[in-house]
């Protein structure tokens, strides 16, 4: 079946440096794609629509100079948390689907990250 | 704009018995689809179930199944024969077109043996 694949899924960085983090579609082509954040015990909370070859679109409150989006391909997303700050620290999940109204969307494994 | 809501935080089952997670929605649209998640101690996001609104038959998968009530914005998922691997946190979630997913803000369920 289709997948989705997320790198790093934990990564650990020192606080003011920059860390990219990848989404892939592994069987299928994605023109858009999803970024979510999730606080412990809580919900997902969507951060950015990524779409391949324009800007992505960002939900009110999210900074888009500091979650950099980049959707360079139809199969790769990155999300580059930039002067990374310890309360950046948390569980950073993409999604992503074929592309069709209603399809499955599928979900990559998510990525930890720690700021330190 | 779309709002899902759980409004039950926890709740727990006995193996084998049946448990029924609520969830309501509000939207404007006519046409639009509903799921449900799971989300393990992994953290791995598993569909479970999903139903399309123009469909008045309740979708099922198994084990599991909706009552989607649209006049009432309502999807609640019920588990059949609960079993340990059933534990986890689930999330409604509300697409409207957009292949954006709106999430409620999930509820823990616990299967005691």
């Known amino acids: 079946g289709a997948v989705v694949s997320q790198h790093p899924s934990r990564v650990i960085c020192k606080s003011g440096t920059s860390v990219k983090i990848e989404c892939r579609s592994l069987?299928?082509?994605?023109?858009?794609m999803f970024w979510y954040r999730q606080f412990p015990k809580q919900s997902l909370m969507l951060m950015a629509t990524s779409n391949e070859g324009s800007k992505a679109t960002y939900e009110q409150g999210v900074e888009k100079d500091k979650f950099l989006i980049n959707h360079a391909s139809l199969t790769l997303s990155t999300l580059t948390v930039t002067s990374a700050h310890p309360e950046d620290s948390s569980f950073y999940i993409c999604?992503?689907?074929?592309?069709?109204?209603?399809?499955?969307?599928?979900f990559g494994e998510g990525s930890w990250l720690t700021v330190v | 704009a779309q709002t899902v809501t759980q409004s039950q935080p926890e709740m727990s089952v006995q193996e084998a018995e049946t448990v029924t997670l609520s969830c309501t929605y509000d939207?404007?649209?006519?046409?639009?689809?509903l799921f449900w998640y799971k989300q393990p101690p992994s953290r791995q996001m598993i569909l479970v179930i999903r139903q399309e609104a123009y469909k008045q038959q309740n979708a099922t998968e198994n084990r599991f199944s909706v009552n989607f009530q649209k006049a009432a914005k309502s999807f609640s998922l019920k588990i059949s024969d609960s079993q340990l691997g059933d534990a986890a946190m689930y999330f409604c979630a509300y697409e409207g077109g957009s292949e954006k997913l709106v999430f409620g803000k999930g509820m823990k369920l616990t299967v005691n043996p």
């Open positions: 069987d299928f082509q994605a023109t858009t």
């Open positions: 999604s992503a689907s074929p592309g069709v109204y209603g399809n499955t969307i599928y």
């Open positions: 939207t404007s649209e006519s046409d639009y689809y």
